[in-house]
């Protein structure tokens, strides 16, 4: 329940500030162009907080968190005094409309912008993409990936970290090959071609560097305990650091995962333990605790094993100065830009499937898990989502801001504005399409979710 409660908080903020500038930007430049704003909101519906300004603004917050708008004084709605025709919106020139309209997206790019030179300011716990196991048989073993190679490029995408490898690889969906650079464990560096035409990715099950064969680079890891819990059932038991196990219950381990997963299955059971100690053999009887988690109750030892040590500079903070940071939050907001536009065209081509159509649902729960991961990660979160609603409405849908931008450029071709009727058509069409991708998305969190 509060993990239900933790991610609509979340969603909440998350939609709260993108709306609050995406509509800031329109009010804005509505102001500096002389045009009478009404209302400002943030939300629809019923206003569950209201407040007159001087000049007869109204600004309020309303109870449906799903968006927000800027009603300015226009002749088409209202019924306008002759002193106050000058500043209606439909006075405007075409110019200052278009502005006005195109503020809203700019708007949220400049706030991803913004966002990610504070997360970069701050600086992003890294990891880098070093490659792991490497899939017999996978599209990156027959591209001659190895194993312990770092990934600089794929294609013209630079590759810091892991999340930089899923956006590289997002964009070459659809395509029939991509190309990664690579820095081998020999310090070479190495091009290597994907033949990734017949790929095969399911964002909902695996990732997009897992679907390919590759792995996160993670260090080898022994079934030698290097720390033994006080209190725990491990140190009640009498198990010490150093002990290396051998067996359970007369089942070989060969690895730490199957410790794990014999411990996990096993809660509240007596089992004995076969350790090598100081170069001998000991059995170990031991009463393995009980841990409660959202999938039931599992065993408990509380031992951590021992590993080798990380590659130098394996994990590092990836941080910018002030003005070198402001340049990479600006170039990272348009590699969010391309990657967005690219993907909204393999929609539409169908090279990606629109079961991957995200709705209200899936942001909350984005929202609240890059919240709980951290400041920094929520800042990265948000600065996606600002993308990709400038993004969408940038898209020539009447109903959408690229809409009102489309009728516009024809006005300013033709030198009349589109008639009411033909705006109308659009408006309907625009709006029942709207309508028929929201009830996709939902339905597509709906089966996520419930199924």
């Keep these: 329940m509060l993990e239900i409660l933790w991610y609509a908080l979340s969603f909440v903020v998350t939609l709260g500030i993108l709306v609050a500038f995406h509509e800031f930007g329109h009010f804005w430049v509505a102001r500096r162009c ?34 927000g708008y800027v009603r300015m004084l226009d002749e088409r709605v209202d019924d306008v005094p002759d002193a106050l025709k000058s500043v209606s919106f ?45 899939e017999p048989d996978s599209i990156a073993e027959e591209a001659g990936i190895q ?86 059932p491990a140190a009640l038991a009498g198990l010490k650091e150093g002990d290396d196990v051998l067996a359970i219950d007369g089942q070989s381990i060969d690895d730490w995962r199957s410790l794990q997963q014999r411990i996990a299955e096993s809660p509240g059971a007596l089992l004995d333990v076969l350790v090598l100690r100081d170069g001998e053999k000991t059995t170990v009887p031991v009463k393995i605790g009980e841990r409660d988690t959202e999938n039931g109750v599992i065993g408990y030892l509380g031992v951590a094993p021992k590993t080798d040590a990380l590659p130098e500079g394996y994990v590092y903070n990836h941080q910018y100065g002030v003005f070198s940071g402001l340049l990479k939050g600006a170039e990272k907001t348009w590699e969010l830009m391309v990657v967005s536009v690219k993907m909204i065209g393999k929609l539409l081509t169908g090279d990606v499937s629109v079961k991957n159509l995200a709705g209200p649902l899936s942001i909350a729960e984005g929202a609240g898990v890059s919240a709980s991961n951290g400041f920094v990660y929520f800042l990265s979160f948000l600065a996606l989502l600002s993308v990709n609603l400038g993004i969408i409405n940038l898209l020539p849908l009447p109903v959408l801001d690229g809409g009102h931008l489309m009728f516009y450029c024809i006005e300013w071709l033709k030198g009349k504005p589109v008639s009411e009727r033909v705006q109308d058509i659009c408006y309907r069409i625009g709006g029942m399409l709207v309508f028929a991708l929201m009830a996709l998305a939902i339905s597509n969190d709906i089966i996520r979710f419930a199924f």
């Design 34 to 67: 002389g045009v009478k704003v009404l209302t400002f909101s943030i939300g629809f519906g019923r206003p569950i907080w209201q407040r007159e300004a001087k000049d007869g603004t109204v600004y309020q917050v309303s109870i449906i968190p799903l968006g």
């Design 147 to 232: 194993k312990g190679s770092e990934i600089l490029y794929i294609d013209d995408v630079e590759t810091y970290d892991w999340q930089q490898v899923q956006l590289g690889l997002m964009s070459a969906i659809g395509n029939e090959q991509t190309t990664i650079t690579l820095r081998t464990s020999d310090q070479e560096e190495v091009t290597r071609v994907l033949n990734i035409e017949n790929w095969q990715f399911n964002p909902e099950t695996e990732s997009t560097f897992g679907s390919l064969g590759i792995s996160v680079y993670q260090p080898e890891v022994y079934t030698v305990l290097a720390r033994v819990e006080a209190d725990s």
């Design 90 to 134: 439909n006075a405007q020139s075409v110019y200052k409309r278009f502005a006005i309209v195109a503020a809203g997206p700019i708007a949220n790019f400049v706030l991803a912008v913004a966002v990610l030179w504070l997360m970069f300011g701050v600086g992003v716990p890294t990891v880098k993409p070093v490659v792991g196991e490497v």
